[in-house]
């Protein structure tokens, strides 16, 4: 094992960020913004409901914010707390599944506090493409969670990937991610930047294996790998916590990081902090800075194209919250102009996750010349009850179909085959192509979609 305490390669934003350098952690804080609940992977580890378990520990669940929000939130932070250098975002979801929230975050919090490091944490999925983008804006620091190397392990912790605009499972989707988190990795250094590794000790699946990645990962130059135990228990209600995937003993930990034969570095004071974490390293004040403790800007406004396709017009789109959700928005929200309905199926009222089968409610926009507002919640009268193949209740379905009648689009993580032509059938366009994706971004997406099909009536919009 190589010396664990303070790397430094001369850079100087190292002494000052308290995960890459161990003497930094006592001195300087750092703070996460729960800016991307979005994910592209599945890990066996991980457990939606709560943060990314790459970076953070389950069973906390943070507080979402759009990056306006996110922004107020660093203003009250460095505030109150001046030894802050360092923000993050590192989930709850992958912070490279919701590329457009994160970098507008990274963009507006290297403007607001040039003094501020911004650093990343990602999966890799999409890394490579995202690169120069990431190096234009400024971030200082990029984490990626690095498993294994051989896809065949992979497929043990990653159950599927989302790529392409699909799902691909088992080894063939564990061997894309691989190798997007080493081409990533590799294109980072290139750059110049300062890369650690996370690697989540899984015994049974990966433990041994790790002596080959921590190799690998000093080999290809990277500046700090981070060897995590796994945290794991069913109550998180994870793969492995249902199964039974016991934790590493700190034995061997200790054992697999002495054992380890690379040149890197090895961070040994990680704290496994939450997607929400605020302060030094092992205590979390994020308490003292929820959104009804800070001063927020007015809600978010999304620059949405209009559907003349002549200029850029502020477009707002309400997020249903439990209690709006709730209620029957029956008054118009535009006076005027042609518009579409597009409805939604999502768990949360935040991304699209959710297979329209098992959908028992729909949320419904209406997308016009003046923009996109959230208009209802309908009750889906959920016909797919999991026992059966999705269409057979074939009377269930039309009540699906008639709660959507008037929609143009459904916009849902999956959908089976029956009800895909069904839906085609009474002119409703099944789209799952935004499969996990926030519901603002997927809306602002296929609206760009359909001006780019020129669809929507120039003469009478607006
Ligand atoms: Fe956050 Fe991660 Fe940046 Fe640190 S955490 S994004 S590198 S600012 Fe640090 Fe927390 Fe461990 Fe992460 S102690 S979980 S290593
Ligand atoms: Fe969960 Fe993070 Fe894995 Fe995505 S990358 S599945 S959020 S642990």
Not at 101 to 116: L, N, Q, S, W, Y
Request: aromatic content about 6%.
């Amino acid at each position: 094992m190589s010396a664990s305490c303070t790397p430094s390669n001369g850079d100087p934003s190292v002494n000052t960020h308290p995960c890459f350098s161990k003497d930094a952690h006592h001195k300087y804080a750092r703070m996460h913004l729960a800016v991307a609940p979005a994910c592209n992977i599945q890990c066996n580890y991980c457990n939606r409901k709560y943060d990314c378990t790459n970076e953070s520990r389950p069973g906390v669940v943070s507080e979402l914010l759009t990056p306006d929000e996110a922004v107020a939130k660093v203003a009250a932070v460095k505030e109150k707390i001046p030894q802050l250098t360092v923000v993050g975002i590192a989930g709850p979801g992958d912070p490279l599944a919701n590329p457009e929230r994160t970098f507008e975050v990274c963009e507006k919090v290297g403007k607001a506090f040039p003094d501020i490091q911004l650093c990343l944490s990602t999966n890799g999925l999409t890394l490579p493409a995202h690169v120069d983008r990431i190096k234009a804006l400024g971030v200082h620091h990029v984490t990626i969670t690095i498993n294994t190397l051989d896809p065949t392990i992979g497929s043990y912790i990653y159950p599927w990937i989302y790529a392409k605009n699909r799902r691909i499972r088992g080894e063939k989707g564990a061997r894309l991610l691989l190798e997007n988190q080493q081409k990533g990795l590799k294109a980072l250094v290139e750059q110049g930047m300062l890369v650690k590794v996370n690697s989540v000790l899984i015994p049974g699946v990966n433990d041994q294996h790790l002596l080959e990645v921590n190799q690998w990962v000093s080999d290809q130059g990277a500046f700090l790998h981070n060897i995590m135990p796994l945290i794991s228990a069913p109550e998180h209600g994870t793969y492995y916590g249902l199964m039974g995937q016991r934790n590493p003993s700190d034995e061997e930990l200790e054992q697999i990081r002495m054992a380890c034969t690379g040149d890197v570095e090895q961070m040994t004071h990680c704290r496994q902090c939450r997607a929400d974490a605020v302060g030094m390293l092992g205590e979390d004040r994020n308490a003292e800075f929820t959104k009804d403790q800070i001063e927020l800007p007015s809600p978010a406004v999304l620059e949405l194209p209009s559907f003349t396709g002549r200029s850029i017009i502020p477009i707002s789109v309400e997020r249903p919250t439990s209690e709006s959700a709730s209620v029957n928005h029956g008054a118009p929200m535009v006076e005027s102009g042609p518009e579409r309905l597009i409805a939604i199926t999502s768990e949360d009222g935040v991304t699209i996750n959710q297979h329209f089968g098992h959908a028992k409610r729909f949320l419904v926009y209406r997308a016009s010349a003046t923009g996109v507002t959230f208009l209802e919640e309908r009750d889906a009268s959920r016909y797919c009850h999991g026992d059966q193949q999705c269409g057979e209740k074939e009377s269930a379905l039309e009540l699906a179909l008639n709660s959507l009648n008037d929609c143009e689009a459904i916009l849902c993580e999956r959908i089976g085959f029956m009800p895909w032509q069904s839906l085609e059938e009474a002119g409703i366009q099944p789209v799952n192509k935004f499969a996990g994706e926030v519901i603002e971004d997927a809306l602002k997406a296929y609206c760009q979609d359909l001006l780019a099909k020129s669809s929507i009536n120039v003469a009478q919009a607006g």
